[in-house]
Each structure stands twice: as C-alpha cells, then as structure tokens.
C-alpha cells in the first residue's frame, strides 16, 4: 500500500461508522444483511446477492474519467432500481477527485464508501441525497 493509499485508508476508517451510526432504515438492512456477513464470498457477490432484482453496473477501475457521463446515462434509466460499482475511490489522487465529484452529484440520491468501492444507488424511494461511509467485514 502506498502513502497515499495508506493515509486514506487511515482516514476512511476514522469517519467509517458501523450500523449503529446509520439513521437510514435501508442503509441499516445492508450493513446487517450483506456488509456484516460472514466474509465466505468476496463483498462484490455479497452485494450482487444483495441487490437481486435491481440492475447492477460495474465500472471500469482503469478510467475513472468515464464514470460521470456513465452515471449520468444510468440516471436516465432510474424508473428501475439501480446499483453502480464504482471500483478502487481511493486508489490515486485523480479516482478520489472523481469520486468526490461523484458523491457531490444532486441527482445520485444514496451514495456509499466502503474504501474499496464507492456505491451509487437511483430508487424513486431514496427522497433525500444521501452520503456514507461504512465499515464492512472483508
């Protein structure tokens, strides 16, 4: 890991909080439900299982400049139910910099950090932007 890396991660877990810093009732069933399993598959099947029935993209780690126009397509789409993976938020400077344009969006109504991967969620239930940082089991 390098200093950059290191000093974010070390940053994350600071402001990371678990389910009992979450006021958001679906945002508490995913902490329980699929963050805090049992680590027998990776996080990303855990969430794939999680979020069946909704559509799920995942975005490309090598070109963190494409993810915007990509969100901004999906939010078109938003009449059904949507999860976007966005990997490595924390991986250089330029990823935390589109990252933190991409939390920064109106129209993103729930987003996620969990270090490795950054999490955008479009329901028509979500009324209020949203924005966490949780902890979860590796």
Not at 85 to 105: F, K, M
Request: hydrophobic share 40%.
């Amino acid at each position: 890991m390098n200093g950059f890396r290191l000093r974010e991660y070390l940053r994350y877990r600071w402001k990371a909080k678990g389910r009992h810093g979450v006021h958001s009732p679906f945002v508490y069933r995913l902490v329980e439900e699929c963050l805090n399993q049992p680590n027998k598959t990776s996080l990303e099947e855990r969430l794939h299982l999680f979020f069946a029935g909704w559509t799920v993209l995942k975005l490309d780690k090598a070109d963190p400049g494409n993810w915007l126009p990509v969100l901004r397509a999906e939010e078109e789409k938003s009449s059904v139910p949507q999860v976007v993976l966005l990997p490595g938020i924390h991986e250089t400077p330029a990823h935390q910099a589109i990252w933190q344009q991409v939390y920064a969006q109106k129209n993103i109504p729930l987003t996620i950090d969990l270090f490795e991967m950054g999490i955008c969620l479009y329901q028509d239930d979500f009324k209020e932007k949203q924005h966490f940082i949780l902890k979860h089991k590796a």
